[in-house]
């Protein structure tokens, strides 16, 4: 008689509740990790202006005079965002990002400048883009488009508002590549 072969019976069991918890517990983990990636990531659409006051001048015991505290304490407004711009050069063009703040006086002034934050936008683009990178590669340079931008600026929100309202157009950040 052959010996019959025998048959391996395989007792599948049903998955544990060490499994199922196993899985729930990766899941709330994945949906806590994205909820605090979008908390803390925050909203670019509206970044936050920085201002900042100047103590010695809001302050007239710390060495202001009466004719800078009427005019009021520095602030600063930022750009919402870089200016990134080509530029031609004499051995090739160029690629250059600034970041820009402008220094206003009084909180009239502040909401003035945000107000205009486009017009003000396109007119340094405007003076940015017509500078050359031997020029922006220099000190002397950069000092002059300061100035040219300062100048024009003014001149737009003069145009607009009937008076100057930024004091100085600052180079936050200058790259050039």
Known sequence: MAAQPEE????EKPAGKGKLFIIIGVIVVLLLAAGGYFLLSGD??????????????????????????????????????PFVFN??????????????????????NEETTKK?????????LRIFSGASADQLGTTA?????????LKAVQDEMLSITGRTVIEKVLFTGFVMQ
């Open 8 to 11: 391996l019976q395989v007792e």
């Open 44 to 81: 670019s659409a509206e970044p936050a202006p920085a201002t900042i006051e100047s103590l010695d001048e809001a302050n007239p015991a710390n060495g202001a005079t009466a004719g800078d505290v009427q005019m009021g304490s520095a602030l600063y407004v930022a750009m919402p965002r």
């Open 87 to 108: 530029v031609p050069g004499s051995q090739r063009d160029r690629l250059v990002q600034i970041k820009v703040q402008l220094l206003v006086r009084g909180a009239q």
């Open 116 to 124: 205009h934050i486009p017009l003000i936008e396109g007119t340094l």
């Open 141 to 149: 340079g950069k000092e002059a488009l300061k100035n040219d931008s």
